[in-house]
């Protein structure tokens, strides 16, 4: 079996069951195959005169880029707002930005907290079953009870 | 070959002058410094091992390490990316031809507008104005304009028009008025609302709330290009003044 495993074909190795048991060696040796048998086919130009060239310049054919002309449609006081629109959105912006200022919050932090407090009591007793929300209050009840305790009183004469 | 840029910039030149790439640049590649590559814009041209220059004109330079030659023309030759103003000669099955003013027509095609699919499709006629960019162009292949940019969104490009005048203008006032800090357009605001519409194909497009209104602006537009910076100056104060 040991000479058989080198008689297999390739396609064979290549295939998905046979690659759990390979190597990483020879899974690596069947990558480079096939790479080498995909450059052989591809076309190059040997002229390493052009290579060497190519990194030299890059040649930009429009004014645009050259001198940071801004977008074609103008609109001056107002005459057309989408144009003054766009014309904001297009151009490069500005290097003074305005401060971000905090976003004005409806409700503050400390509202919703409270808020979340009471309101996940209140939800959990909507769900819960009747016989534990008999629980639920009795234990409400048993406080204000507890404050009264009863003593004896002794009788008048 | 930057330090012999350098130098000229500022001055003119003419076709034919050459700056020569030495063998200075290529050590560097060996070093860890990142090689500047430099940006030839229109007027210069790459020839072998040497930057050629292709147009009479001033030399210009904006760090870090774009040169360009800055020249007047008035004929317009279709550069990639840039906005121009086209009119609509023909419609023929899914495209339509467009005239820019260059050397041929170029071609739009009709899902190349926001939101056009195969059933919606734009409502372009022949006659139109279309403000586009190009996609395509270069010496060897037929324009092509598209009315969106990469993702899809229009981005004031498509048809526009209806109620305004369309100029020829020369490509040098184009670029100034679309520069960043630019007076004719600071002149321009003191006057009246208007809207343009500009063109790097050296094509403007005016309109403004009345006609007469609109023939000043594109009077003024016009003799833009042969007046002095002083004399139109003159030229706007006078229009101020008269109370238009």
Known sequence: MAEDSFKLSKNLLRMKFMQRGLDAETKKQLDEDEKRIISDEHWHLDLPELKSKENRIVEEKSFGPCEELLFGRLSFRGFNPEVEKLMALMNPKDEVEEDVSQMQTDVTDEEMALRYESLVGTMKKKFAKKRERRGMDEDDQNLLESNTKRVFLKPRD | ?244
Not at chain 2, 42 to 69: A, C, D, E, I, Y
Not at chain 2, 88 to 95: E, R, Y
Not at chain 2, 118 to 144: C, I, S, W
Not at chain 2, 219 to 229: E, F, G, V
Request: charged content about 25%; some cysteine.
């Open chain 2, 1 to 244: 070959m930057f330090s012999s840029l350098k130098e000229k910039i500022g001055e003119v030149l003419l076709p034919g002058d050459e700056f020569v790439f030495e063998s200075e640049d290529t050590i560097f590649l060996t070093d860890n410094v990142k090689p500047e590559r430099p940006v030839c814009g229109p007027g210069l041209r790459q020839s072998g091992n040497r930057l050629v220059v292709s147009k009479s004109g001033v030399l210009r330079h904006k760090p870090p390490h774009t040169f360009w030659m800055d020249s007047q023309q008035w004929r317009y030759v279709p550069a990639k990316a840039e906005t121009v103003i086209g009119i609509v000669t023909s419609k023929s099955g899914d495209i339509f031809k467009v005239d820019v003013g260059g050397s041929e027509q170029a071609s739009l095609s009709y899902l190349a507008f926001e939101g056009a699919t195969k059933r919606n499709r734009p409502n372009v006629q022949v006659g139109d104005l279309v403000f586009a960019q190009f996609t395509v162009a270069n010496k060897d292949m037929e324009p092509e304009l598209v009315c969106i940019d990469g993702s899809g969104r229009a981005n004031g490009m498509g048809v526009f028009g209806g109620g305004g005048l369309l100029l020829k203008v020369s490509l040098g006032l184009v670029r100034r008025l679309l520069a960043p800090q630019s007076d004719i357009r600071s002149d321009l605001e003191q006057l009246f609302p208007c809207e343009l519409v500009v063109g790097m194909n050296g094509r403007i497009w005016v309109r403004a709330s009345t006609i007469q209104q609109t023939l000043i602006i594109s009077n003024l537009l016009q003799s833009c290009d042969t007046l002095t910076a002083p004399q139109r100056r003159e030229q706007f104060r006078k229009l101020q003044k008269g109370g238009l």
